[in-house]
């Protein structure tokens, strides 16, 4: 069996539904699967091109990506403020 396709292995595996408004992720724990589902109430989740089925992001990557934030353009929108 391939390394990258073993559900036991600790890979996250994410899977969008076809409008782009519902991510679920599929995790083993050491007790079972889980699964993270979230549908957004607005836009879509910006999805990464998969050239050969598989696609590797980092920690980074996935935690904008769950939180509907354009992971492909990470400059500031807005600079934070100093609190005095």
């Known amino acids: 069996m391939y390394r990258h396709t073993y559900p036991h292995n600790g890979a996250l595996y994410i ?3 076809r409008r782009g408004d519902l ?3 599929l995790f083993y724990d050491r007790q079972g699967m889980c699964l993270y589902m ?3 109430d607005r836009g879509h989740f910006i999805w ?3 050239k050969e089925g598989v696609v590797s992001l980092t920690m980074g990557q996935l935690s904008m990506l769950l939180e509907a934030i354009d992971w ?3 400059a500031w929108t807005a600079r934070p403020e100093v609190v005095a």
Request: hydrophobic share 25%; glycine share 6%; charged share 35%.
């Open 48 to 50: 990464p091109q998969a």
């Open 15 to 17: 899977f969008r539904g």
């Open 72 to 74: 492909r353009n990470t």
């Open 38 to 40: 979230k549908r957004l």
């Open 23 to 25: 991510i679920k992720c």
